[in-house]
């Protein structure tokens, strides 16, 4: 039977509620209803071949009437006389619906979130109306997101930590974890200069409106045992904030940059060089450095699409820079030690001179084998300390 049961009247409601728009009506005072359901019921056909059938379902809809009216219609027969049949089905009251579909109880907790909306920040009533589902889930922080709202309003752009803010019952994993939300509601309030909109997003949440964000890091080794930053007789692994290091100048000529760890550790001696601990995609805490423009950069990344697509990156910040050990001759002489690129990078590298576009290409199009690849860990130690020596 394909006739319209109180279970399939109930999906319809509920599909009002998971649009938002049952309780989104509580807000606009837009309301919608009387409101009339789909019903499909049995045809004269039907009616005369199927009677049995279609009375046990006019029983069954009858049965579960009550959140909803159904409107009748007299259907003549020859045979069967005048039928009294379901001819539509209708929701009179908001409350009907709610009743149908169990969330009386949600909906007057949506409704108190609106009154204590209406009375702090009436402004964020479209977000409700907006996002009423979500609204619900939030339920239990929503007095203290409110609180937050209202505190940067009143404090535009603190020049402070997150954890600095002062409000009861407000704690930074509280902030963090609904960055995403608060972005939308300091969005609806706060006036555009006290909004920077170069950054978006809960990365940019801070910038965006004016909190201090954690510092960025470059962690260092100076190679040159004569260069010695620290007072004391040990390594020289150091790690500054990103404006510390930019207000530097080493006394170094060269400086190489690779993405590997235990590279990082092990990388030999040389003099008159360093070595940093490289950032993947990121090289924003580099850029900032005017000194780093003025030496003899190499960045050592793997031998894959996605290293020479960090390294055409990595031009765009500091144009100089030569690719290490990021060539053909590299590759052939560890074919034993090659993996596999799961997830290739694709797309042009416009910043690739001839040679490295040339085996960017050959790995796209798979010439040595599916999707081949050398990391920089696997090239052997004598390997990396001869070409070393070239430089």
């Given at each position: 039977m394909t006739w319209t049961t109180p279970a399939d009247l109930k999906t319809q409601v509920q599909k009002l509620w998971d649009r938002g728009l049952l309780l989104a009506s509580m807000t606009s005072g837009e309301?919608?209803?009387?409101?009339?359901?789909?019903?499909?019921?049995?045809?004269?056909?039907?009616?005369?071949e199927r009677f049995s059938e279609v009375r046990d379902w006019i029983g069954q809809l009858s049965a579960a009437a009550g959140p909803y009216r159904i409107e009748w219609r007299s259907v003549n027969h020859r045979v069967l006389g005048t039928n009294e049949i379901p001819a539509a089905i209708w929701i009179d009251e908001l409350s009907d619906a709610l009743g149908l579909i169990g969330k009386r109880r949600a909906a007057e907790q949506f409704a108190a979130l609106v009154?204590?909306?209406?009375?702090?920040?009436?402004?964020?009533?479209?977000?409700?109306?907006?996002?009423?589902?979500?609204?619900?889930?939030?339920?239990?922080?929503?007095?203290?997101?409110?609180?937050?709202?209202?505190?940067?309003?009143?404090?535009?752009?603190?020049?402070?930590?997150?954890?600095q803010i002062n409000l009861p019952g407000v704690h930074t994993k509280l902030i963090e974890?609904?960055?995403?939300?608060?972005?939308?509601?300091?969005?609806?309030?706060?006036?555009?200069?006290?909004?920077?909109g170069t950054h978006t997003g809960i990365v940019g949440f801070c910038r965006r409106y004016g909190f201090l964000d954690k510092p960025s890091r470059v962690r260092f080794?100076?190679?040159?045992?004569?260069?010695?930053?620290?007072?004391?007789d040990a390594d020289q692994d150091i790690t500054l904030t990103q404006a510390a290091f930019a207000s530097l100048d080493l006394p170094v000529s060269k400086v190489f940059?690779?993405?590997?760890?235990?590279?990082?550790?092990?990388?030999?001696d040389v003099s008159d060089a360093m070595v940093v601990f490289g950032a993947?995609?990121?090289?924003?805490?580099?850029?900032?450095a005017p000194w780093l423009h003025e030496k003899e950069l190499y960045y050592w990344g793997d031998i894959d699409t996605h290293g020479f697509a960090i390294l055409n990156q990595l031009r765009g910040f500091l144009p100089h820079v030569v690719s290490f050990l990021m060539d053909q001759q590299t590759l052939l002489a560890h074919r034993a030690l090659w993996g596999v690129e799961k997830q290739p990078k694709t797309g042009t590298l416009a910043r690739l001179n001839s040679e490295e576009s040339a085996l960017?290409?050959?790995?796209?199009?798979?010439?040595w084998g599916d999707?081949?690849?050398?990391?920089?860990?696997?090239?052997?130690?004598?390997f990396l300390r001869e070409a070393l020596r070239g430089i």
């Open positions: 309301s919608l209803f009387p409101r009339r359901l789909t019903l499909k019921g049995p045809d004269s056909r039907e009616l005369s009154e204590l909306t209406r009375a702090k920040r009436p402004e964020l009533l479209p977000w409700l109306a907006k996002r009423p589902i979500r609204a619900l889930e939030l339920a239990e922080d929503w007095p203290r997101l409110l609180d937050i709202t209202g505190w940067c309003l009143t404090h535009p752009r603190p020049a402070i930590y997150l954890r974890g609904h960055r995403g939300v608060l972005a939308e509601l300091l969005d609806l309030v706060l006036p555009e200069d006290s909004i920077d080794r100076m190679l040159d045992t004569n260069v010695r930053l620290l007072p004391v940059i690779t993405e590997n760890e235990i590279n990082f550790l092990a990388f030999p993947g995609y990121g090289f924003d805490n580099l850029a900032v960017y290409i050959q790995l796209l199009q798979n010439h999707h081949v690849r050398l990391e920089q860990e696997r090239i052997g130690f004598d």
